[in-house]
C-alpha cells in the first residue's frame, strides 16, 4: 500500500454499543478524522420530518439524501453539525429522528446516495468510520476493522441514564422495545445489513467500561496509549 494513502479504520455495530463515545476517543488519539455515518442519515431523517416528506417514497428520501446541505464544524469542543446553516447537533439525536433514521437507511436509493459522500471523508493522515457498514459496504478494504456489540438490555440502560441526564422522561421497556425493533430493520434490510465484516474483530462491551474497550481497541489497531 502506498503511504500516500489514509488508513481508514471502521467501527460497526448496532445502536447504543459505543460507537460514537469510542470513535471519537480513536480519532483523538490518532489525529485521524471521524466520520460518523449515522450522523448523515439522522441528517436525511431531520430534514424529511423538516419539509413534511413522505418518508415512504423513497425516491423523494434519496433526492433529499443527494442535495443534503451539510456542514461538520470540528474544533477543541468537539464536532458541530450545521444542516442549511443551522446548528442540527442536538435535534439529530432525538429519539424520533433516530427512528425515522433507521427506517429511511434501509432505502437502497438513500443508501447509493450516501455512499461517495461518506468514501470522500478517507483523506490524510486517516479516517475513522463510525456506521453500521463501514467495513462491509463502504470501505471494504479498511485497514482494521471492528465490529462493536453488546446485549440491547445494556444498552437501553445507557440510553435510559443519556435521557435521564437531559431531564428527559423515558420508559426503560419502550426503550428496550425500539432497540430490538432497530437492530431487527437494521440486521435484515436487504442492502448493507448490519452484520461483522468476515475479517471484523468483534468486541462485545455489556460488560466492559469504556476505558476497558478503549485499550482493546488500540490493541487492534496496533497503537499504545
Known sequence: MSASLPVVITIDGPSGAG??????????????????????????????????ADLNDEQQIAQIASTLDVVF??????????LAGLDVTAAIRQESVGMCASQIAAYPAVRSALLERQREFATLPGLIADGR????????KAQAKIFLTASAEARAERRYQQLI?????????????????????????????LRPAVDAVVIDSTSMTIDQVFVKMLAVIGRDL
Open 73 to 82: 464544524q470540528v474544533d477543541s469542543h468537539g464536532t458541530r453539525i450545521l
Open 19 to 52: 460507537k460514537g463515545t469510542l470513535s471519537q476517543m480513536l480519532a483523538a488519539h490518532t489525529g485521524y478524522h471521524l466520520l460518523d455515518s449515522g450522523a448523515l442519515y439522522r441528517l436525511v431523517a431531520l430534514a424529511a420530518l423538516n419539509s413534511d
Open 165 to 193: 441526564a437531559k431531564g428527559e422522561s423515558v420508559d426503560m421497556g419502550s426503550l428496550i422495545k425500539d432497540i430490538k425493533e432497530r437492530d431487527e430493520r437494521d440486521s435484515n434490510r436487504t442492502v448493507s445489513p
Open 133 to 140: 457498514d463501514m467495513g462491509t459496504t463502504v470501505f471494504p
